[in-house]
């Protein structure tokens, strides 16, 4: 137990809160204007061989957008809930940690951006604010309404990710909440698409605007050889068959890909703090308590 215990103390200490959002758009609108002068200096084979890496990250991004579209309910609930689940305490932790973080600061909504199966967002009823979670897998959450819909002052939708900012207008929750806690816990951001991760970091800041804030928690580099041998190789419903080489696992960078287009990347603090910087976003390194 006291191994265990220092796993789950280790995997989720890297945990990053924005306020602003307008900070990054100078940034985006910098290095667009640079890209767009670049390409005007491409030979004809420069730009056909970008054209393909184009194609190959649009393919890329489409499978794994229908791998967690299609995703079976049990493939992941069952996955993380079970108590020996490699994850069970962690997301003990995290829903005791926002429950703390509503209690601190009176944000009015709590937005879980993939919501998965509701194992965060259906266990913040002491929370005692409305809460709602999105996810683009439509079993996922019919699911959600089925067992936690009895809940008051809980919803789900489907929403894709990417459309995150113009589905709350429409909804007409940007008139209705004026200080939303924005979370994507437990490195779902990470098992989203490499080329969507930083639009829906953006989109959440969008949807958090001046008054709210964003939460992203990461799983931690260091503990990254557990996560493979306690979850992933166990999961052959998410995961199917893989072996431990270079193939599908790179052990010194933390990152997985099985043959079901399964990907994840596990970051450490240095990682996050590099990336959000890169992002204007300040980071806080939670201690283990």
């Given at each position: 137990m006291r191994a265990y215990r220092r796993f789950l103390l280790c995997t989720q200490q890297t945990t990053c809160h924005s306020n602003n959002k307008l900070a990054l758009l100078p940034c985006l609108s910098h290095v667009y204007t640079e890209c767009q002068f670049s390409r005007r200096l491409f030979s004809t084979e420069l730009k056909a061989q970008a054209t393909l890496d184009e194609q190959r990250d649009d393919e890329e991004v489409d499978a794994e957008t229908k791998l967690w579209s299609e995703l079976p309910v049990n493939a992941w609930k069952l996955s993380v809930l079970t108590e020996d689940s490699v994850f069970h305490e962690l997301y003990l932790d995290t829903r005791r940690r926002?429950?703390?973080?509503?209690?601190?600061?009176?944000?009015?909504?709590?937005?879980?951006?993939?919501?998965?199966?509701?194992?965060?967002?259906?266990?913040?009823?002491?929370?005692?604010?409305?809460?709602?979670?999105v996810d683009i897998n439509e079993a996922f959450v019919q699911h959600c309404i089925k067992d936690y819909g009895h809940q008051k002052n809980l919803e789900f939708h489907v929403v894709d990710a990417t459309e995150l900012d113009s589905w709350w207008q429409r909804s007409g929750n940007a008139d209705k909440y004026q200080r939303p806690l924005l979370v994507c816990p437990n490195n779902t951001i990470m098992i989203m698409p490499e080329g969507i991760r930083e639009q829906v970091l953006d989109k959440m800041r969008?949807?958090?605007?001046?008054?709210?804030?964003?939460?992203?928690?990461?799983?931690?580099?260091?503990?990254?050889?557990?996560?493979?041998?306690?979850?992933?190789?166990?999961?052959?419903?998410?995961?199917?068959?893989?072996?431990?080489?270079?193939?599908?696992?790179?052990?010194?960078?933390?990152?997985?890909?099985?043959?079901?287009?399964?990907?994840?990347?596990?970051?450490?603090?240095?990682?996050?703090?590099?990336?959000?910087?890169?992002?204007?976003?300040?980071?806080?390194?939670?201690?283990?308590?």
């Open positions: 926002l429950i703390e973080a509503t209690q601190n600061y009176p944000y009015d909504v709590i937005v879980e951006v993939g919501c998965g199966t509701g194992e965060i967002i259906s266990h913040l009823e002491e929370a005692s604010v409305p809460r709602i979670g969008a949807v958090a605007g001046a008054n709210g804030r964003c939460c992203v928690t990461f799983w931690n580099k260091k503990m990254f050889a557990h996560g493979v041998m306690g979850f992933y190789k166990k999961n052959r419903a998410l995961c199917g068959t893989f072996d431990l080489t270079d193939n599908h696992v790179d052990w010194d960078e933390g990152t997985i890909e099985t043959n079901t287009s399964y990907k994840s990347k596990w970051l450490d603090a240095d990682d996050v703090k590099r990336w959000m910087s890169s992002l204007l976003v300040n980071v806080e390194v939670l201690e283990p308590e």
